[in-house]
Nanobody
Framework: VQLQASGGGLVQAGDSLTLSCAAS????????MAWFRQAPGKERESVATIGRIGALTSYRDSVKGRFTISRDNAKNMVYLQMATLTPEDTAVYYC????????????????WGQGTQVTVSS
């Protein structure tokens, strides 16, 4: 499966932003999906995960209550709605996939898309 993330940009602290991920070359409903991010000088970290039909989700503590992951299998799309952004959310965000769902702590992707830059100014 090929993954194409989009929607990043430069925003101010407190703003909202929605990232999109378009999947192709596979049936999206056969994959659990997630968003990862990598801030400058830091390791990549998982942000949110979602099961194949969207019934299961998990979020890292720092984004819980602010970020929402969702999917539309009919459109082969995955989304990450981000609210109340802070400068600490500045990172390159990646859309990723694997066959089986796990929570964010244990999600090891099999497929990576290219990243989209999110920059939050203070």
């Amino acid at each position: 499966v090929q993954l194409q993330a989009s929607g990043g940009g430069l925003v101010q602290a407190g703003d909202s932003l929605t990232l999109s991920c378009a999947a192709s070359g596979g049936t999206l409903s056969t994959y659990a999906m997630a968003w990862f991010r990598q801030a400058p000088g830091k390791e990549r970290e998982s942000v949110a995960t979602i099961g194949r039909i969207g019934a299961l989700t998990s979020y890292r503590d720092s984004v819980k209550g602010r970020f929402t992951i969702s999917r539309d299998n009919a459109k082969n799309m995955v989304y990450l709605q981000m609210a109340t952004l802070t400068p600490e959310d500045t990172a390159v965000y990646y859309c990723v996939a694997r066959e089986f769902y796990t929570d964010y702590r244990r999600f090891v992707p099999d497929y990576w898309g290219q990243g989209t830059q999110v920059t939050v100014s203070s």
